[in-house]
């Protein structure tokens, strides 16, 4: 496995250069001629770091001399991914971690290191957290739910003594979620499909929503090449579900990309009336038209389009406005997250307010308005829509007709806590237009 250590270690230092975890790991492996079973190894050691980065850190950094990001990249790489290794891959003897990650050392050239790194990674690996003595709260949940103080602050901020439930919540795997296609099949079919080949299935909020436990590569299963169902978490399907298109409607999805929304609008649809897919990003408008295609969609325009531009031609029953944000309610789907700095915020919050004021401009009178966002945070998701409703007297708060268990239901929003209810932190509201 010392081909697929390196390429890990490679694609982490790429990672503090780009950003996005999954394009770098993506790029790293194109170069790397390992099978299946290295790739990932390979896969695992990076993501785990990226996803316990604060508190790897901190461990290795209570045997240096120097704070860790004074630490030459190679050298520092290494390290994490030895101690990753070390205290949370099962499958790795502790000698094959310390002794691997000299023999690296060595081969990236970095020799002067090797004594250090065997080391530090020999007396990191026994650092028991819980007898730890932290400053403050703050430090502590940093460190044992591996964030950023900025999004421990932006989490504190809003959740208050429920945080580290929150915290906790979202560190957990997070179970894969998927939609059936009804313009394909049923629930009651696809599940009877999963059942022959010995994969257990739960149900969600909705027959059309699954719990289904999935494994390997998930777009090269017959059934979603054959567009049977989509990926998409129990959260999202449910803002699509709240729209309450019907067939014949015109809906609009303005920040649509990659596309699984508007297919699940374009089901409620059944495929019948005008349903218009935009984003502002030209080489993401490919990856809806690829998602629809495959299943079946046909009623369904999509368009390059900037979300914060009104479009007065464009007058719909629905208008979707799945916002960019934080996605401090994806965490454990998207462990970058984790370290994000979040401490100056009002740059996006703005770019959200003017999303959903454009977006109002496409709405029929008695037409319906939806805001959703992938987090937990008040000032993107409650304040938003209160500064909207104050500024626009021509809507009005919306009645949400039915919520899941565990989704909290307070006026016309609804939010979704990882402790209350197994999915992403999520936050929908409705409007409507007088």
Known sequence: MADARRAAVTALMKQEQSGYSN????????????????????????????????????CLGLFLKKPVEKLDPAVRAVLRAGLYQ?????????????????????????????????????RAGGVDLTKQSFATQRERLCVLYSVSPSVYDCLAASLGENTERYLKAQSEPPRLCVRVNTLKTSPEALREAFAREGISVERGFAGTCLYAALRGDIAAHPLFQAGHFHVQSEASQFVCALAGARPGQTVLDVCAAPGGKSATLAQYLQDQGRLISRDAAENRVPLIEQTLRRLGVTCAETACADA??????????????????????????????????????????????????????????????????CTVNRRENEDVVASFLQENPDFAPGRVAFAPAGARVDGCCVNFYTFDIKTDGFFTAIMERL
Not at 30 to 50: C, L, N, T
Not at 102 to 122: H, Q, Y
């Open 308 to 373: 914060c531009v009104p479009d007065a031609s464009v007058q719909a029953d629905v208008v979707l406005c799945d916002v960019p944000c934080s996605g401090l309610g994806v965490m454990a789907k998207k462990p970058d997250i984790r370290c994000k700095d979040v401490s100056d915020l009002s740059g996006l919050i703005e770019t959200q307010k003017k999303i959903l004021s454009a977006a109002s401009k496409c709405v029929k009178r008695g037409g319906t308005l939806v805001y959703s966002t």
């Open 86 to 122: 070390l205290r949370w891959m099962d499958g790795v003897p502790a000698h094959a971690a310390v002794g691997e990650s000299v023999r690296l050392c060595r081969t990236l050239g970095k020799s002067s290191a090797a004594g250090l790194v065997n080391a530090v990674l020999r």
């Open 23 to 58: 394009l770098v790991l993506k790029s790293a492996l194109a170069h790397f001629s390992g099978d299946a079973r290295e790739r990932a190894f390979a896969s695992a050691i990076f993501y785990g770091v990226v996803e316990r980065l604060v508190t790897i850190d901190y």
